[in-house]
């Protein structure tokens, strides 16, 4: 089997830690480098924990070599602190983090995207989220994989308000979300993990997405 090597971006986060836990447990990778700004509460004989200044991502990545790159950076405008903070994650790292890949010769690029991204809708978040899909789309790699999940379940490190909100609404009116509504339902972020692995196993050629509605249940 050859060696297979992943970079994850993002390893801390709500779908990230679940990326990172599949990846160590996935023989099918025999090195994880993780970029991550504080420090992983895992240790494991294949994960290279790399201190990262997302500011500085760039000098981050030279001399680094990976197979797959797995995106998992998101955050919040309230948490950023303005749109053009929140643009600076959500957009410009991701396709830095892209264009690195297209240079280096990665084979694979799979992130997690949001349903309604759009480069052309008049909702800020769902057109930063697409915008960044369609730079990320233009690159030469050969397998490029967005995951759109709707609202995300789980146990966050961090308190958000709107989330937790919105996860108790589908909670009290789950029966509503049946038929045409079923792709509205919130996604469980290991299920969102375990669809990107999934994927990454056997990486289909081209640019794909994958719904909501394709992750409400383990790949």
């Given at each position: 089997?050859?060696?297979?090597?992943?970079?994850?971006a993002g390893?801390?986060?709500?779908?990230?830690?679940?990326?990172?836990?599949?990846l160590?447990a996935?023989?099918?990778?025999?090195?994880?480098?993780?970029?991550?700004?504080?420090?992983?509460?895992?240790r494991?004989p294949?994960?290279?924990?790399?201190?990262?200044?997302?500011?500085?991502?760039?000098?981050?990545l030279?001399g680094l070599?990976?197979?797959?790159?797995?995106?998992?950076?998101g955050?919040?405008?309230?948490?950023a602190?303005?749109?053009a903070?929140?643009?600076?994650?959500?957009?410009?790292?991701?396709?830095?983090?892209?264009?690195?890949?297209?240079?280096?010769g990665?084979?694979?690029?799979?992130?997690?995207s949001?349903?309604g991204?759009?480069?052309?809708?008049?909702?800020f978040?769902?057109r930063?989220k697409?915008e960044?899909?369609?730079?990320?789309?233009?690159q030469?790699?050969?397998s490029?994989?967005?995951?759109?999940?709707?609202?995300?379940?789980?146990?966050?490190?961090?308190h958000?308000f709107g989330?937790?909100?919105?996860?108790?609404?589908?909670?009290l009116f789950?029966f509503?979300f049946r038929?045409?509504?079923?792709k509205?339902r919130p996604?469980?972020a290991?299920h969102?993990?375990?669809a990107?692995?999934?994927?990454a196993?056997?990486?289909?050629?081209?640019?794909h997405?994958?719904?909501?509605g394709?992750?409400?249940?383990?790949a």
């Amino acid at each position: 089997m050859p060696e297979r090597t992943a970079l994850i971006a993002g390893a801390t986060g709500l779908v990230g830690s679940h990326c990172l836990r599949l990846l160590l447990a996935n023989p099918d990778f025999t090195r994880v480098i993780a970029l991550t700004r504080h420090p992983l509460p895992v240790r494991h004989p294949r994960l290279d924990a790399v201190m990262t200044d997302f500011e500085k991502l760039a000098d981050t990545l030279a001399g680094l070599r990976a197979d797959a790159v797995f995106c998992c950076l998101g955050t919040t405008i309230k948490k950023a602190g303005s749109q053009a903070a929140f643009r600076r994650v959500d957009h410009d790292y991701p396709v830095l983090l892209a264009e690195w890949a297209a240079r280096t010769g990665v084979g694979q690029y799979l992130m997690v995207s949001a349903m309604g991204a759009d480069p052309g809708s008049r909702i800020f978040y769902n057109r930063v989220k697409g915008e960044a899909e369609k730079a990320i789309a233009g690159q030469t790699i050969p397998s490029i994989i967005f995951f759109r999940p709707s609202l995300l379940l789980g146990e966050r490190s961090e308190h958000r308000f709107g989330e937790e909100a919105g996860a108790l609404f589908f909670r009290l009116f789950a029966f509503i979300f049946r038929g045409p509504l079923a792709k509205y339902r919130p996604n469980k972020a290991e299920h969102v993990a375990q669809a990107m692995l999934s994927r990454a196993v056997e990486p289909p050629r081209g640019v794909h997405l994958v719904t909501a509605g394709e992750m409400h249940s383990p790949a």
